[in-house]
Every structure is written in C-alpha cells, then in structure tokens.
C-alpha cells in the first residue's frame, strides 16, 4: 500500500473511491496546511520544471496558482492585496521580461 503523507486535491478521496480502494486520511489545521501548501508547491515547481510542452506547462501551472490561493486564503490575504505587492516589486525591481540571466558579479 502507497504512502503518501501529502496535501491533495479536494475531490481525490472520491477518486479513490470510485476506484474501490480505502484510504485513511485526515483534515489539516491552518497551521498544519500553509506548511503543506509551501511544501505541495515546491512538488509543483518541479513538476512545471520538467514539462515539455506548451499544454503540460499549462496544467502545473494552474496547480501552481491553485495553491497560490489556498496559500492566501490561510493568511487572509486576497489575491488583489498579492498583485499589488507584485506591482510593487515590479516596479522597485523590475520584472522578469528582459529574460536577463546574470552570470557573475566582480568587485571593481
């Protein structure tokens, strides 16, 4: 029997189900799911990494945001209050649209 021991989507108890197997499963506290939420988007983060194609890219990055939202929803913060910290930095910083990668710094 596979161990899992990691956040999943909503409807995958009925999955499994349907499918006629068991499951033993619990409901997280807030604490609990922010730090399962931080650790179930690194898995994502990977998974995006090691996509081929346009539509792949697409669907782990909708888990990506799907978690994005959880992650908000458990801080109480909205996803408006989110971009406008991302507008902010933007501005400060700058976005990522030059596609600049920096190779090295020296000392002068």
Do not use: C, W
């Not at 799911?33 to 081929?52: D, G, N, R, S, W």
């Not at 346009?54 to 971009?83: C, F, Q, R």
């Not at 501005?91 to 000392?107: H, M, N, P, S, T």
């Amino acid at each position: 029997m596979p161990v899992y021991n990691k956040l999943v989507r909503d409807r995958i108890l009925e999955i499994i189900e349907s499918d006629g197997l068991v499951y033993n499963a619990r409901i997280l506290e807030s604490t609990e799911l922010l730090k399962e939420v931080k650790a179930k988007m690194i898995e994502e983060a990977k998974e995006f990494q090691a996509t081929e194609t346009v539509n792949e890219s697409v669907e782990e990055l909708a888990d990506v945001l799907e978690l994005i939202h959880t992650a908000l929803s458990t801080l109480g913060v909205t996803y408006e209050e989110l971009d406008e910290v991302r507008l902010q930095k933007k501005v400060r910083r700058g976005g990522f649209e030059k596609a600049i990668y920096l190779v090295d710094v020296k000392d002068k």
